[in-house]
């Protein structure tokens, strides 16, 4: 049978559950093998609206949340690549490396209104089943014209790696937010000015 792929990319700055709980009902809904978790290396849409974590920290912090974690990985493919992250640039990446997997792109309803934007876009639903996640506080649209769609319901959990930063920043605790090895891979590395 070939391999399930669920992709799911994010600046992932940082990871938390919303992300998590995305990747592991998408994996069991879908049935798939597994599910990538694709840490950007650029995010060339969030690039100068302010300071990234740098890439390999935050690529640190996602490994930390999955390790042991069942078919869920980080993955280091975007940064590994350099340059700015198009997700369609990773596509063809994971399609190069698994001929004949099935592949899912996994997305929050946020994204999913946003994909005109993308560059190459138009060659991602020849590719890919979009999967679209309900993401809490976003008002879900439309289906994306011209993909596969697959909508995925889970909890509505209102939270954001922004709203996180500034917890963060306030010295606000994010315990059962983001998981525990994540928080001390934090701590460890002295972000978001954290153990500082
Ligand atoms: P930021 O606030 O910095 O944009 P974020 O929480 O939106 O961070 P991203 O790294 O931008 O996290 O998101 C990666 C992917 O995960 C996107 O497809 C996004 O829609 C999805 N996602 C993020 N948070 C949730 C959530 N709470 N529920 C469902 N999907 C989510
Ligand atoms: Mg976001």
Same mark, same amino acid.
């Given at each position: 049978m070939a391999e399930r792929i669920g992709i799911l990319g994010g600046t992932f700055d940082p990871v938390h559950v919303g992300h998590? @709980? #995305? #990747? !592991?009902e998408a994996r069991h809904d879908l049935a798939l093998d597994r599910v990538l978790l694709v840490v950007a290396n650029e995010p060339w849409q969030k690039t100068g609206e302010r300071v990234l974590t740098p890439a390999e920290d935050r690529y640190a912090v996602v490994a930390a949340a999955v390790e042991g974690v069942p078919g869920l990985e980080a993955s280091r493919i975007e940064i590994d690549r350099g340059g700015p992250s198009y997700t369609v640039d990773t596509i063809d990446e994971v399609v190069g490396r698994h001929g004949d997997a099935e592949i899912f792109l996994v997305v929050g309803a946020d994204v999913a209104g946003q994909l005109a934007s993308w560059i190459r876009v138009d060659e991602l639903p020849g590719l890919v089943t979009l999967v679209v996640v309900h993401r +809490? +506080? @976003?008002? *879900? +649209? *439309?289906? *994306? @014209? +011209?993909?596969? !769609?697959r909508r995925l319901r889970i909890p509505a959990l209102e939270i954001s790696s922004s709203d996180l930063r500034r917890r963060l920043a306030e010295g606000r605790p994010v315990d059962f937010l983001v998981p525990e090895p994540a928080i001390r891979c934090i701590t460890r590395r002295g972000l978001y000015a954290v153990g500082r």
């Open positions: 998590l @709980v #995305a #990747a !592991v +809490g +506080g @976003v008002e *879900p +649209g *439309p289906d *994306p @014209v +011209g993909w596969r !769609v």
